[in-house]
């Protein structure tokens, strides 16, 4: 007499399925850009150029808004990521009583070609021929002009800003500075844009 | 229950975690740091900072008076010339640091302003033009965590090259308010 062969019903392994799907989910969190949250949108709609920051440890400055409080500069390479680029200085008008974004503004900047190229060889230019390079006429005239329409009288509340990618020379930066002190307690500090952290403590 | 997958599945557990603690964690935002435009003139202040290279940083503090003076005694009777050449050999031998220990120097200071809340420091940084800025920007994002907002800051352009050629680098006996005396390193440049 033959006995039926009896062969146990093969199951489906749960650990293995498990194993499966978050190999999956891990290749598609690696694979796929990272949605931005709706904060990350907020905060970083002015830094839609994706410009790389200088990164800062430590204590929160201060957030900043979409809304530009002040005269900005922007120092960009003329070929994003490329640091052999020439280096390009935009200059972003705040519009004093009314509000502008950092888009408006850039669109503005781009529309009334409020920019100028720093030549190649800046670097090895003297103080004086640094000065008088296009660049360099531009950034003072823009600052003398916003200080005539907007800093009427020496305030600690008056500020010039720079937001640059974080390998631009300071060079241009220390230029930047040394003309805002040209006006002594009229234009008494400028503000750098930098990456930091989210603060905790805000629950953001 | 299968082992082997049972371990697959603790470590797959481990790798999604770490990855999504990684995304979550490296948001971002923007935000301002305060500089104060600097002034040109005479001034005072308790440290230098001289960028030197990328790797390379001069601290002259209070030490850096001790390390003048005993140059002084050595080799005063040299020309003015000279004389500067073997002092700034000496503070480059004595006070340069690696830029990896610049951020705990600066805490250092950090702290001590935290402990002593009346007193008020002064850094100023010398930055040679083709330094890339966001190392101005590390150094004073330290300072400017100081509890108290007693370390002020200022940062202006200048190479290792200038100190070395400062018209004189010398250590002066100062007075201060309560009466003690001190030498300060004096460098005219």
Wanted: with cysteine.
């Amino acid at each position: 007499m033959s006995f039926a062969k009896y062969e146990e019903k093969k199951q489906l392994s749960l650990p293995s399925l498990i194993d499966i799907i978050f190999l999956l989910l891990v290749f598609s969190l690696v694979t796929q850009p990272r949605a931005k949250s709706r904060n990350d949108v907020q905060n970083r709609s002015v830094s839609r150029n994706d410009m790389e920051l200088p990164v800062i440890q430590g204590i929160a400055q201060s957030r900043v808004d979409e809304i530009l409080k002040t005269l900005m500069f922007e120092i960009v390479f003329q070929q994003p990521q490329n640091t052999q680029s020439p280096r390009m200085v935009y200059a972003l008008r705040s519009s004093g009583n009314d509000s502008i974004t950092y888009e408006r503004a850039k669109q503005q900047a781009l529309r009334d070609s409020l920019f100028a190229v720093f030549p190649e060889n800046f670097l090895s230019l003297s103080n004086m021929d640094f000065e008088q390079t296009p660049a360099c006429r531009f950034i003072r005239n823009e600052i003398s002009s916003f200080k005539q329409k907007h800093f009427f009288k020496p305030a600690f509340s008056n500020f010039i800003e720079i937001r640059a990618e974080k390998n631009v020379e300071f060079r241009i930066v220390q230029y930047i500075m040394s003309q805002c002190s040209a006006y002594g307690d009229t234009i008494p500090r400028v503000t750098l844009r930098t990456l930091s952290g989210r603060d905790r403590n805000r629950g953001l | 229950m299968e082992l082997v997958s049972f371990i697959d599945m603790i470590f797959i557990l481990l790798v999604f975690f770490l990855l999504t603690n990684f995304s979550v964690s490296t948001s971002m935002e923007e935000k301002e740091l305060f500089i104060p435009t600097p002034k040109n003139v005479l001034g005072r202040s308790q440290i230098v900072l001289q960028m030197i290279d990328r790797s390379r940083v001069l601290w002259l503090d209070d030490k850096a008076s001790q390390i003048v003076s005993d140059v002084e005694d050595q080799v005063g009777y040299f020309s003015s010339e000279r004389l500067n050449e073997a002092i700034m050999a000496a503070l480059v031998e004595n006070s340069t640091i690696l830029r990896e220990q610049l951020p705990a120097q600066l805490q250092s200071l950090v702290r001590q302003a935290d402990q002593n809340p009346q007193a008020v420091y002064f850094v100023l940084l010398r930055v040679p033009n083709e330094m890339p800025y966001y190392l101005v920007v590390d150094v004073i994002s330290t300072l400017s965590t100081a509890q108290y907002q007693n370390i002020r800051y200022g940062c202006v352009a200048g190479t290792l090259d200038e100190l070395k050629q400062a018209r004189e680098i010398k250590t002066v006996l100062v007075e201060d308010k309560q009466g003690n005396r001190k030498k300060n390193l004096r460098i005219d440049f």
